[in-house]
């Protein structure tokens, strides 16, 4: 060895630190990868993507694969500098370039290389990919036994050594997930994706049109009256019901009524001979797995009932597309607004209005988990009827109430001037006065 010249040593020493280099990187490039776009890449025949899937597919092996080769080669530049600086200093040369050595492979075979390949993985693990596909199966045998000890050494200390390879994400983490892809897909696509995963949250009871205000066809009422209420309602799907809506007969379209009417062969016996039975759904039933049912039942409305049957409510399959896209309907019936602001900037809102449809409208947190709607929540947090004029702070949103009518809280008062956060609907509310 006294006869290598120091320059052929030098460069042997340089070429070490950057294989030791290639090494931490790769390791860290590697690991980085997103794994959802690497399988996409994958998908469309990306060549280091491909390997780098299948490299990762067994992680304990890849990572058995880059320490051997890394180690190795640190093992051989600690000896080469060790040379080198006794060649140069003798005994002191030692301790020169084990200090050396030290901040030199810290600083170009650690820190640079993993912050690099952190910033950049694909950059990096995708041409390492290419080395380590030929080298695992060059290294396999050696690999294997050092695997295989690994996984010992951890059933001694009763560690498991499998590797979860699970890359599946729960509800909440997709959801920060999709949270994240701001700026690279469009806002209103992440809430419609964002609304989806809320979907599982919420059941038919949110959403549902009360009791009370379902409009429907009386079979016990004046005929006239009928005719009448059919020739000014606005839906398509209209319940048919004797002497109260317990009492349901079924559902009825419009469009098959009007030849009827045409032709004046339009009566009671045509009207329930034009009538689908009733559709049912059980209280609590959350709406994605309504939404199944509608489209397995090939339904588009049904109606809420409680355990004893008394219909609660009712539903149909566009109040659940409209907690995904948000209002889209042309119902005439919704061009009535349940949110006026008034010219304070505060909010009158009809008693009957969805806690939800609330928050989300004025991103708000009233509480959302006991009563279901304004008249609801001002009942419960009062313990009585109150009478108009009367004024609270729930969740700190002061509240007045406006109007009270059949026992009930008809109109109420928001104010949000007091509290911190804007309404993101005070560019489309009317001015009220």
Do not use: C
Request: hydrophobic share 45%; aromatic share 8%; net charge negative.
């Amino acid at each position: 060895m006294n006869q290598i010249p120091l320059y052929w040593l030098y460069i042997a020493f340089v070429v070490l630190i950057l294989l030791s280099g290639f090494f931490s990187s790769s390791e860290t490039g590697l690991m980085s990868l997103n794994r959802y776009r690497l399988k996409h890449l994958a998908a469309k025949k990306h060549g280091g993507a491909i390997r780098a899937v299948d490299l990762l597919q067994r992680p304990d092996k890849l990572i058995t694969l880059i320490l051997l080769g890394n180690n190795f080669i640190n093992i051989l530049i600690t000896q080469l500098a060790t040379y080198i600086g006794y060649r140069l200093y003798g005994e002191a040369g030692i301790a020169i370039a084990a200090g050396v050595l030290t901040l030199v492979l810290l600083l170009f075979a650690e820190v640079t290389p993993k912050t690099l390949a952190a910033t950049n993985p694909e950059k990096i693990a995708f041409p390492a990919a290419y080395v380590y596909r030929p080298l695992s199966k060059l290294l396999f045998p050696l690999v294997a036994v050092i695997d295989w000890l690994a996984k010992l050494i951890l059933k001694l200390f009763l560690l498991s050594g499998k590797s979860p390879g699970n890359d599946a994400l729960n509800s909440a983490e997709l959801r920060v997930a999709v949270n994240e892809t701001s700026g690279l897909i469009p806002d209103s696509h992440r809430d419609m994706l964002l609304s989806i995963l809320d979907l599982e949250k919420v059941t038919v009871d949110d959403i549902m049109v009360p009791r009370s205000e379902i409009v429907g066809i009386d079979l016990e009422d004046d005929w006239h009256d009928t005719l009448k209420l059919i020739t000014n309602l606005s839906y398509t799907r209209i319940p048919i019901f004797s002497g109260n809506i317990d009492n349901l007969v079924g559902t009825a379209l419009l469009r098959k009524m009007l030849p009827l009417l045409l032709k004046d062969e339009f009566d009671s016996e045509s009207l329930v001979g034009l009538t689908r039975d009733g559709y049912f759904i059980p209280e609590g039933t959350a709406l994605t797995t309504q939404l199944i049912n509608f489209r397995k039942n090939k339904r588009r409305i049904g109606f809420v009932v409680d355990e004893y049957g008394d219909i609660q409510g009712l539903v149909t399959i566009e109040d659940i597309l409209e907690e995904i896209v948000g209002e889209f309907t042309t119902d005439p019936s919704a061009l009535h607004q349940d949110f006026f602001q008034d010219a304070d900037g505060s909010f009158l809102i009809d008693g009957s209005t969805h806690i939800r449809e609330i928050n989300r409208n004025l991103d708000i947190q009233l509480p959302s988990e006991g009563p279901r709607t304004l008249n609801g929540l001002i009942l419960e947090h009062m313990e009585f009827i109150p009478e108009a004029g009367t004024s609270m702070k729930i969740n700190d949103y002061p509240i007045e109430i406006m109007q009270v009518k059949n026992n009930r809280v008809k109109t109420a008062r928001i104010s949000l001037a007091l509290v911190a956060g804007k309404s993101n609907l005070q560019s489309e509310l009317p001015l009220n006065g």
